[in-house]
């Protein structure tokens, strides 16, 4: 039989040949409609099938769930709980019944309509409950773009950088589901020729374009993960738009980092692309110079294919603008590191926790992850199509993000993150 | 009646002056014991109340509590969502219950024995679950300190500082209870005379000693609290050790803050104070100059009059000896203008989040809130009484901090917080 991420693979379902849900995906997601409560659903072409449904006819009961209820929960937790081989499990049973060649669903009219619903008519939901969330900086071009702006251009790049992957925790209450719109916060900022600082809405409001995993298995307190088993403790991956107020940043962030300049939101796409899905996309990453320390070193590739996209849409714009195209393989510091970095200690992580990459800015200018490095710190605006410039954000701007992985014709991709910025409530 | 705070309240248990749990207390927390499953206990005394046992005999049917199995609950998150309104009956019928005028528990010998439990023969549990955990930096006296060793001791404040309460996001999946040991965590860190970081177990572990408060009711995302406000939403407060790895910290913490350096663990006494009753021991604050943004402005006292004190123990110590006696109301920045701040670009705060003051640290050597400050450094190690010298704390070490209120002849304690370092786990 087929492997899930076999190309070969056709669903009797019609899908588009440039659908981020085709079959060789499959990702999960939390949905609600008006007649049901949330629950676990995958997308596929321009559907969502309805997982706990399936369980409900027992579809599922050759698998090693316990407890399909798993799937009638508000988030992913319960399910990933479970652990991988639960997650291939499954994955393994909902590509098998969405086949060509499988009648389960395909001849049950009555089962085909209960089960599948259309996509653009479920509301989707935070896919995971985020109990920790952690933000990397391991991007380097985007570390480099940021040090030479904010600190020395001859210095951009800090000693501690090329030794390990640079990370701070963040606001874990702030995390929405794409589609919910934002607010320009307000904050204290210092205009360079003032005394004091002063007080008001943000006048450098940004994005930035990160890719975020998620783990599905908790380790304990002073225990600590290799680069080789780190992997096994992450389900899948979102896009993270790690939305950020550059004014309010560059005045709060000395010494203990960013606060109030990140923490009043960050949206991210509703899908989670399991790392199953996306094994057929690993890349090497770049030779890291100077070595690593021992407990930072991996083998095999564990970078990842992933095309990236911003689009800004306003008002005035009759299309959405495409501002950035990047690519996930620009990171210097893979997940692996990440993940047993941030376990050398013995901090214990959980399950449904969320790690940031940082943005992602590829070498050329117009792969920047972010209108700080778009427009260099406002002084090279952005020229769109309708004769507007933009130097950050305006407020009722839509900014989206896509992200998907190609490779002999399967298109695994992730869906999209978008959010409107909304003007600051009036003081 | 006498209110609950009344100095002049006596319980018909006996309570030793110096006890931390006069009957002006009543401290909730969540505990277990063979028999019984976790659970909402008030300490007194020696004692601890078992608040659901009190429902089930009927003594809480005239409150406002619709469903008592809050107080059956792993957590107080379930309690404290009920708001203010509630907390305040059920501490004030706590208070009636256990005063020396009122039979309803003190003439009922079986019910007695069923809800009053020894307080050392139960096992004290982590009281709130944690979504989200900020520590501030707010003790004028350890940022000036910090700022002198790390970075420049002409410009030690910087520049930001009292402007607003600096503050960052820690990790909340590794805050533990009193009692559970922490183990030497292993990192990175670079000596002064190497070319490139080295890796190994912490040399230069340390504690700092803080408070914490803890919010009780959520606010929506987007939204803000004034200074008034805020207190509105703290439920109360716990004693707050955030051990730190000061070599690792050095290494990592430029640009985006500390990370490794802190997140393996930080231990909490397990009893939560009530704001309501230490508000006998309000204080007034610093004069803060320059004046603070409108947002930042308060009125009244919201400064504490807490005693602290830590103690070291080793296993070649025959008594605990004191290392640091410190004060909450050393605080430049108060708990409300610390939310408001939080809050003011929309960041959503929810039940059980928990925010840590930053080290207290008085003005003299000894009221120094962290070994980094006690011996500069290391450059001037402590001398204990058994001969022996501390820059940093050693394996086998105890570390104990306590706090207490004092006014009018009542104390409101916290208990106390304390944990044994173990040795790193070998590599």
């Given at each position: 039989m087929l492997k899930a991420n076999d190309p070969a693979l056709h669903s009797w379902i019609q899908i588009a040949p440039?659908?981020?849900?085709?079959?060789?995906n499959l990702p999960f997601g939390i949905f609600r409609t008006q007649d049901r409560d949330p629950r676990v659903g995958v997308a596929i072409g321009e559907y969502v099938l309805d997982v706990y449904v399936l369980t409900q006819h027992g579809?599922?009961?050759?698998?090693?769930?316990?407890?399909?209820?798993v799937f009638h929960r508000p988030y992913l937790n319960d399910f990933m709980a479970l652990g991988r081989p639960i997650w291939r499990q499954v994955r393994d049973r909902i590509s098998e019944l969405l086949r060509?060649?499988?009648?389960?669903?395909?001849?049950?009219r009555k089962l085909m309509a209960e089960c599948?619903?259309?996509?653009?008519n479920v509301q989707m939901l935070m896919p995971v409950n985020v109990p920790n969330y952690t933000d990397f900086y391991s991007s380097i071009e985007h570390a480099t773009n940021v040090g030479s702006m904010f600190r020395d251009p001859a210095h951009a790049?800090?000693?501690n950088w090329k030794h390990l992957p640079v990370g701070y925790h963040g606001r874990a209450s702030s995390i929405i589901p794409s589609g919910v719109p934002i607010r320009r916060p307000k904050g204290q900022m210092k205009p360079a020729d003032a005394d004091a600082p002063i007080f008001g809405p943000t006048k450098q409001l940004d994005f930035e374009l990160e890719v975020a995993f998620i783990t599905g298995q908790p380790t304990e307190l002073g225990s600590s993960l290799t680069t080789a088993e780190a992997e096994e403790y992450i389900f899948g991956m979102v896009l993270f738009n790690d939305w950020s107020a550059r004014d309010i940043q560059a005045w709060e962030?000395?010494?203990?980092?960013?606060f109030l300049a990140k923490n009043f939101a960050s949206s991210i796409s509703p899908w989670v692309v399991t790392l199953d899905a996306l094994a057929p996309f690993r890349v090497p990453g770049p030779v890291q110079e100077p070595k690593v320390l021992p407990y930072l070193e991996f083998s095999g590739d564990h970078h990842l294919d992933i095309h990236l996209e911003v689009t800004l849409q306003s008002p005035t714009l009759e299309h959405e603008a495409v501002i950035s195209r990047s690519n996930?393989?620009?990171?210097?510091?893979?997940m692996n590191q990440q993940l047993a970095h941030h376990t050398i200690n013995g901090c214990n992580i959980e399950v449904g926790d969320m790690y940031a990459s940082g943005t992602i800015s590829g070498s050329?200018?117009?792969?920047?992850?972010?209108m700080l490095e778009l427009t260099w710190r406002g002084t090279k605006p952005l020229h769109l199509p309708d004769g507007s410039e933009r130097k950050f954000l305006h407020d009722h701007d839509i900014v989206t993000m896509r992200g998907y992985a190609l490779k002999n014709g399967v298109r695994v991709g992730f869906g999209e993150v978008r959010a409107e910025v909304l003007p600051a409530i009036s003081i």
């Open positions: 440039d659908s981020d849900f085709q079959i060789q579809l599922f009961d050759m698998l090693d769930v316990e407890d399909p209820t060509n060649d499988n009648p389960e669903i395909r001849d049950n599948l619903l259309v996509r653009k790049l800090l000693p962030y000395v010494p203990l980092g960013p996930y393989r620009h990171m210097y510091w893979n050329t200018p117009d792969s920047y992850g972010s």
